[in-house]
């Protein structure tokens, strides 16, 4: 296998990998704000690529506007969802708001099923097609888009988590609940506002992504499940380790098919994961439960 | 009790919507009139393969219309119920058994999906009346029911015709690009089976799921293999990311990529855009019915099949429609020729006796051993030139 090839297929890894890293941040933000596995995260994945093609093609939108369309109306799908399911929960139990969110991702897809047809739809290029080649290997213009808007999410949550009041209450309540609650943050508002922004981040990744895909009603849930497991390879609760896992799975999928066979490289991925889990259960970069206490 | 509000208009936001969604559907059950003839539908109306069932069931119920507004059969009247599988085997078993216990069904038409159609295959031959499937996978009429007929054409018809194609348009190295789910698994057991037969050697295999987003490691570890060809089989939208990809990688030296009648629908082209030109793939005549050549008696059926779905649904019929079309008129044909007071058995009986019926994907001759009726007549190839099919013809 020429050098070409090989960066071919790191390239291909890198893509799939950032689109699993800004499902896994979706997972990681809600996991730190209820210590809950949000199992409709896939579902603003499918909602942000289905509502800008919605805005874009039945509503005639420019595309820029149709994406930014797609994106607020699915981080209010999410802040929606919030409020009216998981908050009706008074007690908070982890249990049951996992239920929850199994049965809220059901109603999203079959919802958008009824609304949009059980067909894919299609999404333009962001900027025309063609392609740059990078040593010789290929790298669509789209994919530069995907691995742009991936690290803009990471800068811009970073800044979120550093550098602002609304950061530091999100990190304090992920640290300790009451605590937060003690020192006068409201625990609940953060709650929201970690939906909204996973619910904006699965959006992001479905909004990038569409245009070399297509969407349908039905692509949430292999999506949720490829970023769930780039969440617990990298350690849930920490943004940082979010994107390391989904780089880390999308490339044990590429080097996987390029070294052994396609027809197994999902198990492959899963397989690697499981090992990395029992050596390391808190993720490859998550601290163990022990420090907290 | 703002919460307690939001709660109360958030159900009945979501009630209203599927209440919206379902307004177009069917009136299913209806009361038993003694003197109707009822047939069972179970199609796929939601999960994946709803993009199946709606088309299927929309031609049905055109054609049903047509049948009674026409005085129906021996001047009574036929009613088509339908139930959605979900895409789901046991529900399409429940939705069968409900439809031949309590419905009393003299036939069925099941399934839009293989796994659903072989699911249902206990519940037909328990009852013992005939069942139509409108799947494609070859293990419906391979593994044979006497029960059971198939109205696609099926892989194990398709697959060497496609084959014969690429041999000869000169291709002896060729690539394999699968859809790991059941129609392209049946598909690749074909190829495995008949490639040698054809001279062509497999340089390359590989396979994606359903649901992938990127396929161009599977794609340069093929091109790595110097195919002198690309063959895809699969139905999903994974398709048109196939072909973005490949023409991504290609560059100016793109593979040249063929396929199977999965590939013949709209949201290929939409979906793909530039990159599906010059895409050539085997699928029956309806696409392009002068493929049957105009004037025929199939041109004349197809055409006018197609004519009125699009009048009355806005958009032209796809290869699904057309199965269903002829699913519904094998059944319809067969009660026709029996007199009055026939049993299940019976019509199970006449329609294996079908003989030169004229429908959409074909002419269809049943015997006591072939249950699909159809022969490699009955396919052409197509290739995408300026977002459109073009027919180029048959290979042989």
């Known amino acids: 296998?020429?050098?070409?090839?090989?960066?071919?297929?790191?390239?291909?890894?890198?893509?799939?990998?950032?689109?699993?890293?800004?499902?896994?941040?979706?997972?990681?933000?809600?996991?730190?704000?209820t210590g809950v596995i949000n199992f409709a995260q896939g579902e603003f994945y499918m909602l942000g690529g289905m509502l800008s093609v919605w805005a874009y093609a039945d509503l005639?939108?420019?595309?820029?506007?149709?994406?930014?369309?797609?994106?607020?109306?699915?981080?209010?799908?999410?802040?929606?969802?919030?409020?009216?399911a998981i908050r009706q929960r008074k007690d908070g139990d982890p249990l049951a708001l996992i239920v929850i969110t199994v049965g809220g991702s059901m109603v999203l897809s079959s919802m958008a099923r009824h609304l949009f047809g059980p067909n894919e739809r299609p999404l333009p290029l962001f900027s025309g097609g063609g392609s740059v080649s990078v040593f010789g290997a290929v790298l669509e213009v789209q994919t530069i888009w995907i691995l742009g808007l991936t690290a803009l999410a990471v800068v811009g949550l970073w800044y979120l988590y550093n550098r602002t009041g609304l950061?530091?209450?999100?990190?304090?309540?992920?640290v300790n609940r009451d605590a937060a609650r003690i020192v006068g943050i409201d625990t609940r508002l953060m709650v929201t506002v970690s939906f909204l922004l996973a619910a904006a981040l699965g959006a992001l990744a479905g909004l990038a992504v569409t245009p070399l895909t297509q969407t349908a009603f039905d692509v949430g849930p292999t999506v949720g499940i490829k970023g769930f497991a780039a969440a617990i390879l990298g350690g849930l609760g920490n943004p940082i380790a979010a994107v390391v896992g989904g780089l880390v799975l999308g490339m044990l999928e590429s080097v996987s098919i390029a070294f052994i066979s396609s027809t197994y490289k999902d198990a492959i991925a899963l397989i690697v994961l499981l090992g990395v889990l029992f050596v390391r259960p808190q993720g490859i970069l998550g601290r163990s439960r022990r420090e907290k206490v | 009790m703002r919460r307690v509000m939001l709660g109360v208009l958030l159900t009945g936001a979501l009630f209203a919507m599927s209440l919206g969604g379902c307004a177009g559907e069917p009136d299913e059950g209806g009361e038993a009139a003694g003197d109707t003839y009822r047939i069972g539908a179970v199609l796929s109306l939601s999960g994946p393969q709803a993009g199946l069932g709606e088309p299927e069931r929309r031609a049905i119920e055109m054609e049903v219309e047509r049948i009674n507004e026409e005085g129906?059969?021996?001047?009574?009247?036929?009613?088509?119920?339908?139930?959605d599988d979900a895409t789901d085997e046991a529900k399409a078993v429940t939705a069968a058994s409900r439809l031949i216990e309590q419905e009393g069904v003299i036939a069925l038409i099941a399934a839009s999906g293989t796994g659903q159609t072989m699911a249902v295959r206990q519940e037909v031959e328990r009852a013992g009346i005939p069942q139509m499937s409108l799947a494609g996978g070859s293990v419906v009429t391979a593994q044979f029911s006497e029960w059971v007929f198939q109205t696609p054409w099926p892989n194990r018809i398709?697959?060497?015709?496609?084959?014969?194609y690429l041999r000869d348009s000169g291709v002896t190295r060729l690539g394999l690009l699968i859809d790991s789910g059941a129609y392209g698994k049946d598909g690749y057991d074909v190829i495995m089976a008949e490639v040698d037969r054809f001279g062509i050697e497999i340089v390359a295999d590989e396979q994606f799921n359903r649901g992938d987003t990127d396929m161009t490691p599977q794609i340069t570890k093929i091109r790595a293999a110097g195919p002198d060809a690309l063959l895809m089989w699969a139905a999903g939208a994974e398709a048109a990311t196939v072909l973005k990809n490949n023409a991504a990688l290609g560059g100016d030296?793109?593979?040249?990529?063929y396929g199977g009648?999965?590939?013949g629908r709209i949201e290929l082209i939409q979906g793909a855009g530039d990159a599906a030109e010059g895409f050539t793939f085997s699928a029956g005549k309806i696409l392009v019915p002068e493929a049957y050549g105009v004037g025929s008696d199939e041109y004349e059926v197809t055409t006018s099949f197609i004519d009125r779905f699009t009048e009355r649904f806005g958009v032209g019929p796809d290869i699904f429609a057309g199965h269903a079309y002829d699913g519904i008129y094998l059944i319809v044909d067969a009660?026709?020729?029996l007199p009055e007071g026939f049993t299940p058995e019976d019509l199970r009986d006449e329609i294996e006796r079908t003989d030169g019926f004229i429908g959409a994907g074909g002419t269809f001759t049943f015997g006591p051993t072939d249950h699909n009726g159809l022969s490699e007549d009955d396919l052409t190839m197509y290739r995408i030139e300026n977002g459109e099919w073009v027919l180029v013809g048959q290979a042989r």
């Open chain 1, 1 to 33: 296998m020429g050098g070409t090839e090989l960066l071919q297929f790191v390239l291909a890894g890198l893509k799939n990998g950032s689109i699993y890293a800004l499902v896994a941040l979706g997972f990681t933000l809600i996991y730190a704000a």
């Open chain 1, 167 to 174: 950061g530091r209450a999100m990190r304090a309540c992920a």
């Open chain 2, 335 to 337: 009660m026709k020729r």
């Open chain 2, 261 to 263: 009648p999965g590939n």
């Open chain 2, 72 to 83: 129906g059969v021996h001047g009574r009247p036929v009613e088509v119920l339908f139930e």
């Open chain 2, 158 to 164: 398709v697959v060497p015709f496609t084959l014969g």
């Open chain 1, 60 to 84: 005639g939108l420019p595309l820029p506007l149709a994406g930014l369309v797609g994106v607020m109306a699915t981080a209010a799908v999410g802040g929606v969802f919030e409020l009216g």
């Open chain 2, 253 to 257: 030296s793109p593979l040249s990529v």
